[in-house]
């Protein structure tokens, strides 16, 4: 992660980091998803664990993940997907996003173990606390690993330096708002304060919906996490012609957000 946050810095470029809820409609289907979002530009894939109950994404990830979990999505599977994209040559970074419990009951150690094997390459686990967070992360370090800290629009600056100091990789700065419209003057100054804060690049997930929102985001962090509406955009196309549509949609909308991720 570090290599890879240093060179988008020498390019004026913010990472785009793309969240994909993996097994909906099916593992086959996500992994083309990932295939052709890495051609497209994208930076980084958020493998999205799905979970019964989802705090965070609003409703649009909760039906993805309902989906995925009907169609026998489990964590096996996407460790088993990750590898198989890493034998087609895609150098691009996994995060594992999940809830603690689909980690728990697989077993910490074990899925640690398979992840690294499998070519992941950190975890984000969005339910564990920082003050619980040092023995996933101790874990995680075992096997060359990076834990993902998540920090929230509520995070004072200092307990964003407190969080940042408990990962590695990056940090992930979230907002509550599932999707927004626009960018106000004073979200862009805060993204400021907490990249300040931090000790780890910042990567910002505030529910934007356009090219030009991420655009804006990507002046002021480091990196730029495009969750539902990436999510949305693929779903719709689904819906409305299939997977080859899907797919092509889905890589038209990567590289015009990869395109957003330059500075200058």
């Known amino acids: 992660m570090k290599n890879l946050f240093e060179n988008l810095k020498k390019r004026n470029r913010a990472a785009l980091i793309l969240y994909v809820s993996c097994g909906d409609p099916s593992i086959e289907f996500s992994e083309k998803l990932i295939e052709r979002a890495c051609e497209a530009g994208a930076d980084i894939i958020e493998l999205g664990v799905p979970f019964s109950d989802p705090m965070t994404g609003g409703k649009t990830i909760q039906a993805s993940s309902a989906k995925a979990i009907a169609n026998g999505c489990t964590l096996r599977k996407i460790i088993d997907m990750a590898s198989r994209l890493r034998a087609k040559g895609i150098e691009q970074k996994f995060v594992v996003f999940s809830y603690y419990n689909p980690i728990f009951k697989y077993g910490v150690e074990r899925a640690a173990k398979e992840c690294a094997e499998a070519g992941i390459n950190s975890w ?42 408990c990962g590695s990789g990056f940090i992930y700065y979230a907002d509550a708002t599932d999707s927004r419209d626009s960018l106000p003057e004073s979200v862009l100054k805060q993204m ?71 500075r200058d």
């Open 124 to 165: 984000q686990i969005v339910d564990v606390p920082m003050e619980e967070s040092v023995e996933v992360s101790s874990v995680l370090n075992k096997y060359g690993m990076d834990f993902i800290p998540l920090a929230t629009t509520t995070s004072s600056p200092e307990r964003v330096h407190e969080i940042s100091e």
């Open 192 to 262: 400021q304060k907490m990249r300040e804060a931090s000790v780890l690049p910042v990567g910002a997930g505030f529910g934007f919906s356009s090219e030009s929102m991420a655009n804006q985001a990507a002046k002021c962090a480091d990196a730029v996490v495009v969750v539902n509406k990436f999510v949305e955009v693929v779903n719709n196309a689904l819906e409305a012609n299939g997977e080859d549509f899907a797919l092509d949609t889905a890589s038209e909308f990567v590289k015009k957000y990869s395109l957003a991720m330059q």
